[in-house]
């Protein structure tokens, strides 16, 4: 099911799908040892087909047991996906094995499912899911700068990052058990799996991560951090527990490098990072992160800080990775300073002033002598 996004427009090319799930409560969360959950955010990469992400919604079912109502409700969730019919696709495949009807849901005893209802914005309009940004110069610039900087030269001497995609297809086709060309040796497969993920570091770390990040995944991260510090308030305002956002493989790398944690790696099939707020027991509020690739859950540290991150702590730590007018930054500076400017324009309106001057006064000289022309007095006696 398709709609349009919500009036509140939170939460606003594709190597795959993601979902991105953000999840809100309200005060009144699940108690673990003396904490108190409070808001989730759980960002899923591309699976190979519906039932990966069904089986990820189950994931998220059992670890949330307690936590999410085991009804679906309206005002308990919201979900958002870019505009490709993958990740809508994927958002729904999610929801099933999330929300599976029971008591008065079940609308047909032969399916097991029930419509829940995900926005999108149209691609032209979508500046929070999908990574990298292509509108910034500055970005364009940096990713130049990129290319020819030691850290890149270092890297990849003698390969072409071209060809970092060719891996995708290849992979995609034998997950779904078709036959490679014979020149796909194992061999081929890791020199092509080194260029895709060196692909990822180049798009959103490498050399000058930060301001990468603040043109790129810290819009994303900016939301977050918003919404942690709305449900981290005395009454927040909507009261979701759950935000689901369907996106892509680059949202994850594209956000972990905002946070610095992204370790280098294509985000894997199935795999998710989560971001959990908590009420301790004295009244604060501190941030749990998590990422589970296609096979255990880690707990993430973000750098700087506790594992159980005082929520003050990383908002401060974070807060270089996010623009407050990223408008602004991805303008390519001008040759010369606003000051230049300003006193070149007053020397030109000056000596242009001076010009007009002389002019006049030459003209003024020219036209002098024209006076005194015409009719001039005879003297008649004095000739007779």
């Known amino acids: ?44 990469p ?40 993958r990740t809508l696709m994927s958002a729904e495949a999610n929801l099933a094995g999330l929300y599976p009807p029971n008591g008065s849901q079940v609308f047909n005893p032969n399916i097991k499912w029930q419509p829940i209802p995900v926005h ?68 081929v497969m890791e ?42 308030a005395e009454d927040p305002k909507p009261q979701l527990k759950l935000m689901m956002l369907s ?15 992204f370790n280098g790696v294509q985000p894997p099939y199935a795999s998710c990072h989560i971001i959990e707020l908590y009420k301790e027991e004295n009244g604060n509020y501190t941030v749990d992160m998590f990422y589970r690739n296609n096979t255990q859950l880690n707990q993430l540290q973000l750098p700087g800080c506790a594992l159980q991150c005082p929520l003050e702590d990383f908002k401060a730590l974070t807060k270089p990775s996010i623009s407050d007018d990223r408008d602004q930054e991805c303008q390519l500076p001008s040759n010369g300073t606003n000051k230049d400017v300003i006193i070149s324009l007053a020397v030109c309106g000056c000596l242009l002033f001076l010009l007009i001057s002389i002019l006049l006064f030459i003209i003024c000289r020219q036209t ?17």
């Open 1 to 44: 099911m398709r709609a349009s996004s919500p009036p509140d427009g939170h939460f606003k090319h594709d190597p795959g799908p993601v979902l991105v799930l953000l999840v809100l409560s309200c005060v009144c969360g699940v108690v673990v040892s003396e904490r108190e959950l409070v808001y989730v955010t759980v960002l899923f």
């Open 46 to 85: 591309l699976t190979k087909g519906m039932q990966q992400h069904y089986n990820l919604g189950q994931f998220l079912r059992k670890k949330y047991a307690g936590f999410l109502k085991e009804r679906y409700d309206r005002h308990e969730i919201s979900v958002r996906s870019t505009d490709y019919d």
């Open 120 to 187: 999108t914005v149209p691609m032209s309009e979508e500046r929070l899911l999908s990574f990298p940004l292509n509108d910034c110069p500055r970005y364009k610039k940096l990713m130049n700068e990129t290319e020819q900087s030691e850290e890149f030269q270092m890297s990849l001497p003698h390969m072409k990052m071209s060809l970092s995609w060719v891996y995708d297809t290849l992979f995609c086709e034998a997950q779904h058990n078709k036959t490679a060309p014979d020149w796909v040796t194992p061999e």
């Open 191 to 232: 020199k092509l799996k080194f260029l895709k993920d060196f692909a990822f570091q180049t798009m959103f770390g490498l050399y000058k991560q930060t301001e990468k990040s603040r043109l790129q995944g810290g819009m994303l991260l900016g939301e977050i951090v918003k919404n942690l510090s709305a449900m981290a």
């Open 247 to 261: 996106a892509h493989d680059t949202t994850v790398a594209a956000l972990q490098a905002s946070l610095n944690v």
């Open 368 to 384: 002098e002598p024209m006076r005194t022309r015409g009719y001039h007095h005879v003297n008649i006696e004095s000739e007779s």
